[in-house]
């Protein structure tokens, strides 16, 4: 079992930064690929970047070339650096923790993770 712990949300201006991590509680972390999904309200559920254990990153087109991702394997933490936020990105961020080696699922929520944390809001608004 993963237990993984989001944190960094906040509230923050349209053109801000917030740096999102999350935390994972195992001793096998680097053995997992790690993504960020986020949820906005009467939404559904989307992907956002993804990390894989060989450190191939993944990211979305609504957020390429603003939202980077990265991971410390020797503090069992990813994190997401989200710059030029607009309102549209305003969302309960998830991030996941799956093992999947099929590419095609990456982006995939119900097949390409097993873990998941609790969430982190993020409202982008003057």
């Known amino acids: 079992q993963v237990q993984l712990v989001e944190s960094g949300g906040g509230l923050v201006q349209p053109g801000g930064s917030l740096r999102l991590s999350c935390v994972a509680s195992?001793?096998?972390?680097?053995?997992?690929?790690i993504a960020w999904f986020r949820q906005a309200p009467t939404k559904e559920r989307e992907f956002v970047s993804a990390?894989?254990?060989?450190?191939?990153?993944f990211y979305a087109d609504s957020v390429k070339g603003r939202f980077t991702i990265s991971r410390d394997n020797a503090k069992n933490t990813v994190y997401l650096q989200m710059n030029g936020l607009k309102p549209e990105d305003t969302a309960v961020y998830y991030c996941?923790?799956?093992?999947?080696?099929?590419?095609?699922?990456?982006?995939?929520?119900?097949?390409?993770?097993?873990?998941w944390g609790q969430g982190t809001h993020v409202t982008v608004s003057s």
């Open positions: 195992t001793d096998t972390f680097s053995t997992y690929n």
């Open positions: 990390i894989r254990r060989n450190s191939i990153t």
């Open positions: 996941a923790a799956g093992r999947t080696t099929i590419s095609s699922t990456i982006r995939d929520a119900d097949r390409g993770y097993h873990y």
